[in-house]
């Protein structure tokens, strides 16, 4: 117990530290971002006999299995007296899914939502040169006013994300502003001649006076484009001072050339200021064309999408920037041009590397339903669960305003119900998106029939036909309808399709999917994705294509406890075969070559068929030591048949310079009964 205390004493006196060390720069400095990360204490409420544990952030106490509970961080820190005149704020990067802040037992302010940042000012809540105990009381527990009201993802709980302490001077712009960086950069007019617009700027000035601004927009090469000077009064922190501007002959972003520009404001002296805040944005033009295609900048894009859940195997949700952008690498490597947020926004370092690397970004807000309860309930038409709706919507919206990848914003997915009407209040939701951002497009994933799908924008079908029921070439029959039927035509549709397999689940045959079975065969997931990505491709008539999904994630509600729909495993680093496909038909950057259905390498029969996914043309199979011709089945699929196996037999296949190659061994035991 002793060295508990001793380690508990250490800590705050390292949270000393953190926080006046850094004085002198403090008093230099505009604003200084102290992280708080570390040399929390955490214990669970209502929990009889558990003693605090020694943690640091982010945290959850939930890992692959979900448990709800409402649990109690607390942290010291010590605010010197120099620090006296001014401003501090505490910034949440994201606690799951509610969260309750004192400091000093004061009460500070309440957060209700997992997915987005929140902050509070706490200047008046401290003690100077003493210590002051921040507390946190996080909750994941099922509530009736805060989304989503059901989900088949887990909510772990949990201060999952960074927590910053924010010192300023008394004059700034206002990080209170939905937890933004206060400056809003609006697109009117955007052309290869000219960029024009808005920048809305919230000023929170403590000080009488007309304060100073100064906006600076400057190139990628450090050049000064344009800048400009206002002067605003003591201003409220929900009236912004708005600044027209345009630039002459701007580099656009797109996909192909990500160009940003940083817009730099400035408060007071630009020798001397109050305050600067930075932001990088990027100039485009988002459209949807007569032939029902995206446009960026008047060119048509070829939605090659994935939706990406929030979760993974070595932390649950609690994903570090490192990991994101691990993430991010895969989704790249396999051609995907685009990726979907589920249920709700990423960490913000994710959608800086959409604007670095020109991916294309869905938002999600968290208005979902559970697929796997039939008569789950999404929406209840009462005041307090309306206005946390709209709230996160504006808070999903402001928050990533800046992002030029991020092109459109996903007010529901799934969520067709018995019970209350969710279309009225779809259609208010998408009114507030258009007037919080007229340049963007609002876009819901639907699998219903029905009003729900005329209210966004864009419309993304979710589709499983051919899985459960019916074949595969019912898809030609779908699309043909969806395209002829005199009122859907007028959509400006996309599809999401994809379903479960996992690869410990091995099937020698191939079966109908069955939602309810416990027995998930990769190769079944395998031949859906063939199909649905032949099919599709060949209708041409969708906007978009979304994988559902690019990793498998933990679900409580699964049989299971997992949904197994990824083309990459729970540990994201296991790549499936279908993830296999999709490089082969997306990744025009880099060459595939590859042996499918790898993981089925013990087989019953000797006569097989061998099956290889190739963007180098067509391969040389080598079975054993003879060649076997393979005929193509596909856009960049081969095929051999009735190829004989010995009880052990190398298949190697190689491309025509020999640079290319995969190799895998397949096993013959006759006495095995297939599967």
């Known amino acids: 117990m002793r060295g508990y205390i001793t380690k508990i004493l250490t800590l705050v006196a390292l949270a000393v530290f953190v926080v006046s060390g850094y004085v002198s720069a403090a008093e230099t400095l505009p604003r200084i971002h102290y992280s708080l990360n570390d040399g929390w204490r955490f214990s669970t409420l209502y929990t009889p006999n558990v003693e605090a544990q020694l943690v640091d952030l982010p945290h959850t106490w939930s890992t692959q299995e979900c448990s709800y509970a409402t649990a109690q961080y607390t942290r010291q820190i010590r605010v010197p007296y120099t620090l006296r005149g001014k401003r501090l704020f505490l910034r949440f990067g994201g606690v799951m899914t509610t969260a309750t802040v004192l400091v000093n037992g004061k009460y500070v302010g309440e957060h209700r939502g997992g997915y987005t940042a929140f902050t509070f000012e706490i200047t008046d809540k401290l003690r100077y040169g003493e210590n002051n105990t921040i507390t946190v009381i996080a909750s994941n527990n099922h509530r009736t006013d805060t989304f989503p009201l059901s989900t088949e993802h887990n909510l772990y709980g949990g201060i999952y994300r960074d927590v910053e302490l924010m010192v300023t001077n008394k004059n700034i712009i206002s990080p209170l502003v939905y937890s933004t960086e206060g400056i809003f950069v609006e697109q009117s007019e955007v052309t290869a001649e000219r960029a024009s617009g808005v920048v809305s700027l919230y000023l929170s000035a403590m000080e009488e006076g007309a304060q100073q601004i100064t906006l600076r927009f400057v190139a990628a090469d450090g050049y000064e484009v344009a800048r400009y000077t206002a002067k605003a009064g003591k201003a409220d922190k929900q009236v912004a001072t708005e600044i027209p501007f345009s630039i002459d002959l701007p580099d656009l972003w797109s996909p192909e050339s990500p160009t ?29 064309s007569k032939h029902n295609r995206l446009m960026i900048n008047g060119k048509e894009v070829d939605v090659k999408g994935v939706n990406l859940p929030h979760d993974n195997a070595s932390c649950g949700v609690v994903q570090s920037r490192e990991s994101l952008i691990s993430d991010f690498g895969y989704i790249q490597d396999m051609g995907a041009n685009a990726l979907r947020s589920l249920v709700g926004p990423h960490d913000k370092s994710l959608y800086d590397a959409c604007d670095r690397e020109g991916m294309l970004a869905w938002v999600d807000m968290p208005f979902t339903r559970n697929p796997i309860l039939f008569n789950d309930i999404c929406y209840y038409p009462v005041e307090p669960l309306r206005e946390n709706g709209f709230e996160q919507l504006r808070e999903v919206i402001f928050q990533n305003y800046n992002h030029p990848s991020v092109v459109m914003w996903g007010l529901f997915s799934l969520v067709s119900q018995r019970g209350d009407d969710v279309v009225p209040y779809v259609k208010e939701l998408n009114d507030l998106a258009h007037k919080l951002d ?62 479960e397999g996992c690869i410990t689940h091995v099937a020698d045959i191939l079966q109908r999917g069955d939602r309810n079975a416990r027995f998930r065969p990769e190769r079944q997931q395998t031949l859906m994705h063939e199909s649905y990505a032949e099919l599709l491709t060949e209708a041409g008539i969708f906007w978009g294509m979304w994988i559902d999904n690019m990793f498998d994630y933990a679900s409580a509600f699964r049989s299971q406890g997992m949904n197994y729909s990824g083309v ?21 950057k880099e060459p595939t070559l590859y042996i499918a259905e790898r993981r089925w390498n013990s087989r019953c029969d000797a006569l097989q068929t061998i099956r290889v996914y190739s963007s180098v043309g067509r391969p040389t199979l080598i079975v054993g030591r003879d060649s076997v011709e393979l005929r193509e089945v596909a856009t960049c699929r081969y095929q051999a048949d009735s190829v004989l196996l010995d009880e052990s037999t190398i298949v190697r296949v190689v491309d025509g310079t020999g640079l290319y190659r995969d190799s895998m061994e397949i096993r013959v035991d006759k006495l095995r009964v297939a599967r």
Request: with cysteine; net charge neutral.
């Open 260 to 288: 940003l520009y940083r817009v730099e404001a400035i408060v007071g002296n630009v020798d001397k200021p109050s305050d600067v805040v930075t932001v990088n944005v990027g100039f485009r033009d988002i459209s949807i």
């Open 438 to 499: 007229k340049s963007r497009p609002t876009v819901g994933c639907s699998n219903a029939d029905g009003d729900i799908n005329f209210v966004t924008d864009l419309i993304v079908l979710r589709q499983d036909v051919g899985w459960s029921k019916g074949s595969y070439d019912d898809l030609r029959v779908w699309s043909r309808q969806l395209s002829e039927n005199k009122r859907f035509r007028e959509l400006r549709y996309g599809v999401c399709y994809g379903e």
């Open 568 to 588: 990459m495993c729970f540990d994201h680093a296991t790549k499936k075969d279908s993830y296999y496909l999709y490089r082969t038909l997306w990744n025009a």
